[in-house]
Nanobody, 126 residues
Framework: QLQLVESGGGLVQSGGSLRLSCVAS????????IAWFRQAPGKERDWVSC????????YYTASVKGRFTISRDNAKNTVYLLMNSLKPEDTAVYYC???????????????????WGQGTQVTVSS
């Protein structure tokens, strides 16, 4: 059973920054495609960013492009999501997800991923 643990969430003012971490156990992250999703209260869980296995491609949803950066540190078996210029509309629970034999695209669905972390809350105050 793949295990993912997110951390790094918190309360930040608008315009601030946070770095989320997704640490894997019982498997090697660099063999998997990893995506970050977020879910605000009463809304669907939507993808935010995706980094393909082997880092061959990276995608961002339009609303975070230019503000968020996804990266992978294989030595630490960790994928990061650096979030700059945060806005109140970025407030959500953020989840990382892993999938084998999958490559990112501009059309990513939560159903594309089998393994999920428990989520970390990000709250941006105005």
């Amino acid at each position: 059973q793949l295990q993912l643990v997110e951390s790094g969430g918190g309360l930040v003012q608008s315009g601030g920054s946070l770095r989320l971490s997704c640490v894997a156990s019982k498997f090697t992250l660099d063999s998997y495609t990893i995506a970050w999703f977020r879910q605000a209260p009463g809304k669907e869980r939507d993808w935010v960013s995706c980094i393909s296995r082997g880092d061959v491609s990276i995608y961002y949803t339009a609303s975070v492009k230019g503000r968020f950066t996804i990266s992978r540190d294989n030595a630490k078996n960790t994928v990061y999501l650096l979030m700059n210029s945060l806005k109140p509309e970025d407030t959500a629970v953020y989840y990382c997800a892993a999938q084998w034999h999958y490559y990112c695209s501009e059309h990513i669905l939560k159903t594309d991923f089998d393994s999920w972390g428990q989520g970390t809350q990000v709250t941006v105050s105005s």
